[in-house]
Structures are given as C-alpha cells and as structure tokens.
C-alpha cells in the first residue's frame, strides 16, 4: 500500500517521458533555439584536409569540443622555417563538425609550453566577441564556455587575442561546420581547405627561420599566400584525390589576415557554391570570391580523369607565392567531355628573338646558401620545380620537336659553360641535341647565381647526365667574361 503514491509518481514520470519523445519526434520548433539536447558527445576534431564524419540524422547533442593551443615551429616552405602558432596542432586549425540544435561546451587549452595567452572567436556564436571575452586563457590553463548553435553554415573561427593581426597571421584559425537539420545531402568526397597569407622578414624563398614581419602584415604585402599552411601542402603525397563520376564538397575557408581569395579550380566549374558559406546556394560558378574570415563550401562532379589545380586566382598568389593546391583524380577518359590534346604545332607570331628579363644582377643572393652537395640537389630540384619543368618536363624528357631534353644530353655534357650561360641569358637559334634539331626559345631565367649553381647541379646529376658539380664560382666566371 505504501508504494502506491510511488506507483503514481512512475506513471506520472512517464507520461511525460513519453509527451516529451512524441514532442521530439515532430522536430518542429519555433526557433533553434528550442531544440532540446539529447545526452552528450565528445565532438570528433580532425586536420585539415580531413573532416569528421558528417552528422547524418542525429539529434541534437550537448557537443564537447576540446581544443589543445601548441607554438611549434614548422616549414612553411622548402627550407624555410617559421614558428607558427596553431589550434590543435595544424594550420588551420581542426575541424569541428556540429549541428544546429547542438549545445557546444568548448573547452580551450593553453599547452604549458606554450609562451603566449590566447582565446578564440567563433563566428558559429552568437554573443560578444564570438566566445572571445569568455575563453583568453594563459599558457598552462583551460578555459570553458558552452553556445548554443543557432544558425546553420560554414564558419571560421580564429584568435582574437592582441595583436588580432599577429595571432591570424601566424595561424590560429580554422572551421566549424554547422550543418542542418537532417546534414548536408551525402557525397562521395569532402575536404577541408583553408588560404592564409604569411609576412617574412625574409622575402619569398628566403631559407632558416623566418620572424613573422608586422610592417610587410599592415601593407598587406604578403610573402606566401598558401593552403593549409606551407607551399605545397596539398601537391605531392598531400594531394586530394577522387575518382571519375565522384561528387566532391570542398569546405574552403579563408584566415587572411590580409588578403580575399577568388578560389578557382582550374579545369573544373561549381555545380554549387553556397556564397560566402551561408545558405544562399549559386550554380555553375568559375570562381569564388572569400573574404578574409570567411568561408565557402564548393561542389562539383569530376568528370574526367587528370590534376586539377586549385589555385588564388590573383594569380601571382598561385605560381610564386604558394597558393596552389592539386586534386588528382583517376578513372577512364571520356574524349566527348575532353579530347586531350590533338595537334601540336610550332607558333612563333612574334619571331625568334630572345625575350629580354629582368638580369640576374638585380636577384638578391641567399644569406643561407647550400651547405653541401645535397643541399645544392634539394635546392636545384625546388627550382627545377618552378622554373624549368614546363619546357623540360619531370623527368627532363623535353618535348619531341619543341624543347630539347635535358635527359642524357650530349649538348649539356659537352659543355658546362655552354649551360650555365643558356640558363643566365638564353638561348635562342638551331641547336642540335643526342641528333635531333631544336629552334625554340628559352628566356633568361630570373634566379640567383647559387640557383643557377644549384639547379645545374641537380640537372647534371639526374637523368643519366655527367655528375658535374656546378658552383656559384663557376656562375660567377661566365658572368664576369660576358
Ligand atoms: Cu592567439
């Protein structure tokens, strides 16, 4: 008898419990902001150009986001070093995944070996400083906050902490993806990729460790402008892949500090952009424009197989200060999409005189200089990679009746002079190579004398070539008898 009132207070219980599932089930609320939490999770973080998994049909969850501070020194380009400063460990940060709905308790670290405060600007929040005024934290300590995600998009977040500028420009930013209701509709292939703009004390290139340079960051004068963090970090082993009839999503955000991206992928065209990472959804679109702190999420399906080169479309960005990026996609060509290439004809409109560039005499000389034969080869390579791969190719195989090969040249081995004086002035006229006639011209390369050295050196010892070692004397030497 006793236990009736009990009983009673059960049965009370779950008639609630059960107006409450039903109440659940209609996710119908007048505002996101209603969205009730059901239980808790530890939010999965990943580095770029990774995602977590996407939130698919869940329920809104109370989210914990830890999220670890380290200062580390990393390269931002070959031999280039540079202490950066990051969320998570990676530049840009990590990538946090939500839902609307979602009550996010983030907790933000400041690793103790670490010599700066910090604190972080969501623009997911809404509340001052997006989070900021609540998280400046100091090395050794954690801070807590918790906001409840209202508005669906694409959002960066970043250091907020003074010098606003210093703290973006050495790294400390990255994305939070707030999906909707339900998620975002399933595709083969999501990555994430974010442009930031860097200020060196050195110029572009410059090798050892480079300070970060506040007067070149107010001009905007930026020497690297690249994705996710260093040249190159999405070329080689770090390039993206897809295959052919693949949908790929690209969460690409922009840090700045400084600079806008007009964020194109060459040879392919957005089926869809959501503009600006909101919901505003535009089709068949070439180009993109994202604003410093912003972001964009592009969709396209690949159709034929090849690289395809994500760039900054203020082009200069792309091919000399880094902003360059590659997707690699295989699977079977499909010739009514792209023929590839059908003819190939020499075309010289302008006649065959050589074209004039700036000389090497205005080039500034490296103040760290290759220590050693494999310096001078790791070095030379890099320029090979800039300069000279278009003509000669990779593997310096040259083009049949265009550009001669720099493979197993009986022109380069006879002569090294010869050579150091072609990459320094030009050449232009009827060369003969290993019996074959070439009549194409070769500018004047804008390196310095060390990167002339370098990039013979690596020229003559790759490819069945003579081994000679070439040294800024001997560039030198030609130069003064010119
Ligand atoms: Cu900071």
């Known amino acids: 008898m006793k236990s009736l009132p009990f009983l009673k207070t059960i049965s009370l219980l779950s008639l609630l419990l059960m107006f409450s599932c039903f109440k659940e089930k209609k996710t119908e609320y007048a505002s996101t902001e209603e969205i009730p939490v059901n239980?808790?999770?530890?939010?999965?973080?990943?580095?770029?150009?990774?995602?977590?998994?996407?939130?698919?049909?869940?329920k809104a969850k109370k989210l914990i986001v830890k999220m670890e501070i380290l200062e580390a020194?990393?390269?931002?380009?070959?031999?280039?070093?540079?202490?950066?400063?990051?969320?998570?460990?990676?530049?840009?940060?990590?990538?946090?995944?939500?839902?609307?709905?979602?009550?996010?308790?983030?907790?933000?670290q400041n690793h103790p070996d670490n010599k700066l405060p910090h604190n972080i600007d969501l623009h997911a929040v809404n509340g001052p400083g997006g989070g900021a005024e609540s998280s400046f934290v100091a090395p050794g300590h954690e801070k807590v906050f918790s906001f409840k995600v209202l508005a669906p998009?694409?959002?960066v977040y970043h250091c907020a902490t003074a010098p606003v500028g210093m703290h973006i420009a050495n790294g400390m930013y990255g994305l939070i993806l707030i999906e909707p209701e339900g998620g975002l509709p399933p595709v083969d292939k999501e990555y994430y990729v974010m442009q930031g703009d860097f200020y060196t004390a050195g110029p572009n290139g410059e090798r050892g460790l480079q300070a970060f340079d506040m007067q070149k960051a107010v001009d905007e004068k930026a020497d690297y402008v690249v994705f996710n963090g260093s040249v190159g970090a999405l070329t080689g082993?770090?390039?993206?892949?897809?295959?052919?009839?693949?949908?790929?999503?690209?969460?690409?955000g922009n840090g700045g500090p400084g600079l806008v991206s007009s964020f194109h992928v060459i040879g392919e065209i957005f089926d869809k952009v959501h503009v600006e990472g909101g919901e505003l959804v535009n089709s068949n679109v070439?180009?993109?424009?994202?604003?410093?702190?912003?972001?964009?999420?592009?969709?396209?399906?690949?159709?034929?197989?090849?690289?395809?080169?994500?760039?900054?479309?203020?082009i200069f960005r792309a091919f000399n200060k880094g902003a360059l990026g590659l997707l690699n996609v295989t699977g079977e060509e499909n010739e009514k999409i792209y023929s590839g290439e059908q003819m190939d004809n020499i075309y010289l409109p302008e006649g065959p005189g050589i074209q004039k560039m700036p000389t090497t005499?205005?080039?500034?000389?490296?103040?760290?200089?290759?220590?050693?034969?494999?310096?001078?080869?790791?070095?030379?390579?890099?320029?090979?990679?800039?300069?000279?791969?278009?003509?000669?190719?990779?593997?310096?195989?040259?083009?049949?009746?265009?550009?001669?090969?720099?493979?197993?040249?009986?022109?380069?081995?006879?002569?090294?002079?010869?050579?150091?004086?072609?990459?320094?002035?030009?050449l232009s006229g009827e060369i003969t190579v290993n019996g074959n006639k070439y009549n194409s011209i070769m500018t004047a390369q804008m390196i310095s004398q060390e990167e002339?050295?370098?990039?013979?050196?690596?020229?003559?010892?790759?490819?069945?070539?003579?081994?000679?070692?070439v040294t800024t004397e001997m560039v030198k030497k030609v130069k003064s008898k010119k």
């Open 39 to 58: 239980r808790e999770m530890i939010a999965e973080l990943t580095a770029p150009p990774h995602v977590p998994a996407p939130v698919g049909k869940r």
């Open 73 to 108: 020194e990393g390269e931002i380009s070959n031999g280039v070093r540079y202490v950066y400063w990051t969320f998570g460990g990676s530049v840009p940060g990590s990538f946090i995944r939500a839902r609307v709905g979602d009550e996010i308790e983030f907790h933000l």
């Open 153 to 155: 998009g694409l959002f």
């Open 237 to 252: 082993d770090g390039a993206l892949t897809a295959k052919v009839g693949e949908t790929v999503r690209l969460f690409v």
């Open 286 to 314: 070439q180009t993109t424009l994202i604003p410093a702190g912003g972001a964009a999420m592009v969709e396209f399906k690949v159709d034929v197989p090849g690289s395809y080169v994500l760039v900054d479309h203020s």
């Open 361 to 426: 005499d205005e080039i500034k000389e490296s103040d760290v200089p290759a220590k050693s034969f494999d310096e001078q080869m790791k070095f030379g390579k890099q320029i090979y990679g800039q300069t000279c791969i278009a003509c000669h190719q990779a593997e310096g195989q040259g083009i049949a009746n265009a550009f001669p090969p720099l493979a197993n040249s009986d022109y380069l081995n006879a002569d090294v002079d010869r050579a150091i004086e072609a990459v320094l002035y030009g």
């Open 452 to 469: 002339v050295a370098n990039v013979l050196t690596y020229v003559y010892n790759s490819w069945g070539n003579n081994k000679t070692v």
